[in-house]
């Protein structure tokens, strides 16, 4: 358990607890609103957020700025953080032994935020914050209910760079979240 968010990002800094700390960078811990009702979790750093230490900084980032501003939100309104906080080689999926050994973090991130919504960007993020392997085109756009947490996977902005007609049931996933945040009190405006 931790005692303080600072305490938490000095640890994710210094951390070794997997091979990844031996070919990154930066790590990469997230940020935004600690304070934020809802949580944008991707899968991992890639080059560029790998050199910046920031989480979606690269072209995906971008998009994913669109996909908040779709439903009135800035990086202000949320926290984006991701599964794994170091890049893997090559941006290859993660392993499940690297996965395991990283995952606290987020969890202790999300005891610290407690956002009402956590919406998971992609399979790999869904995989292991609801712990069982989806397949995105099927199972997007369903919430969870978990903890007191109410989950919901979505396209990984990549996904919508590579194939944009997925925009679409994308836009609807991102109208039910806001619509989902003012159900349950997180918008204030
Ligand atoms: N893709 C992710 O999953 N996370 C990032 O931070 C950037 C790209
Ligand atoms: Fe530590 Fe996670 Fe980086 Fe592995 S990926 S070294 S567990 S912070």
């Not at 700025?65 to 794994?84: C, E, G, H, P």
């Not at 990549?158 to 109208?175: S, T, V």
Request: net charge positive; charged share 25%; hydrophobic share 40%.
């Amino acid at each position: 358990m931790y005692t303080s968010f600072q305490s938490l990002m000095d640890d994710v800094a210094a951390c070794e607890k997997c091979g990844l700390s031996k070919t990154r960078t930066h790590t990469v811990f997230g940020e935004g609103n600690i304070h934020a009702p809802v949580m944008f979790v991707g899968e991992g750093p890639g080059r560029d957020e790998d050199e910046l230490g920031r989480p979606f900084v690269g072209r995906a980032g971008q998009l994913l700025d669109k996909m908040l501003a779709s439903i009135q939100l800035t990086r202000n309104d949320v926290y984006i953080a991701n599964v794994i906080k170091c890049r893997p080689p090559g941006n290859r999926d993660p392993e499940p032994d690297e996965a395991a050994a990283c995952i606290g973090y987020l969890r202790a991130q999300v005891a610290f935020i407690k956002p009402r919504i956590i919406v998971c960007l992609g399979r790999i993020s869904a995989k292991y914050i609801l712990g069982q392997d989806i397949r995105i085109t099927r199972d997007r756009g369903v919430w969870h209910e978990a903890k007191g947490f109410f989950i919901m996977p979505t396209y990984h902005p990549a996904a919508l760079l590579r194939n944009e007609l997925l925009k679409k049931d994308a836009y609807q996933d991102l109208l039910a979240v806001r619509a989902k945040l003012r159900e349950t009190g997180g918008l204030t405006r």
